[in-house]
């Protein structure tokens, strides 16, 4: 599958280079057991946005302004995950020296998820911290309209475990990626995670992603509808994010990352993304933070487990088993993702054959 995805992204006019970034962005995702975000989107989320103009392959990066611990970059519409890669890199050498690290990018694009470049930092020995806001399909609170993305808020941290802490989720209950998901399985969205225009919800999984499209229901953040289940704070976090994303740069934010004009025509979706980085060396040491890390990590799984429940998780945990189960097995590819690979291979003639063909 690596090489495969890395051939068809260089058959659309990614560099060689570039290719392999994205392509193990989007196969990491699948290694973890995120579904939603690896071979799932690889044809409707980069593929057909290289198509219909709103993504450039070739990604020109400009350095907008930068100081000895701060970088802002300018994507200019290209791939975001090669533009995330270059800017962790820069992050993390930053970090070596200073301590710390951040960084912003604009005039970009959907850059995988969000714990691939927090990682980058945890196996450098930092913690890593990133966010990045999206095409609007989540509503305020009190409020039915789609006017922030699904925002995830991720941060990664080393411990002296097999595995590190690893939160990496959207601010909304569910993603539009998972709808997809669901959609593309044939599976309904559960009931409660979508708010309708007179107040109700809908389950019906590609109907949801088409009435979203055209303003009709929006994504609830995390704690869900009012404030009774703390849906404010969810709201506040998924605000933060989008703050974040588009103050640190300058950037556009809400309705203006639709990737439609006033006319409904293709756009530009101009996301931003921001990362920040922290040595723990230039606190109390590295071997410090990771053996009180992973001391509280161990604390929470070995504290009482609640009736009928066989074990507690923390988070980063249930991706490190996902892989250690994927990694001699391959990842699950479901028949619609089937028929997009094979497609993709006969129609640009590339020499593949795939095990679920057998």
Known sequence: MESFMKDVFMAYGVPEEDAAICTDVLLESDRRGIESHGCNRFKPIYLDRIDNGTLL??????IVKETPTTVVMDANNGMGMVASYRMMEKLIEKAKVYGMAGGAIYNSTHYGIAGYWTTMAEKAGMIGISGTNARPSVAPTFGVEPMMGTNPLTFTMPTDEDFPFNFDCATSIVQNGKI?????????????????????????????????RAGNC?????????????????YGFTTIVEILSAALAGGPFMKELSGKDAEGHNRFYRLGHFFFVINPEFFMGLDTFKETAGGILRGLRASEKAPGEERIYTAGEKEWLAWQDRKDKGVPVGEAIQKELTGLRDRLKLDYHFPFED
């Open 57 to 62: 392959p070739v990604t020109k990066i400009d």
């Open 180 to 212: 997809e998901y669901y959609a593309r399985s044939g599976k309904p969205t559960p009931a409660g995670l979508v708010v309708t225009k007179d107040g109700g919800t809908m389950t019906e999984s590609a109907e949801i992603l088409k009435e979203m």
């Open 218 to 234: 929006a994504l609830l953040s995390i704690g869900g509808l009012g404030e009774e289940t703390g849906g404010y704070k969810g």
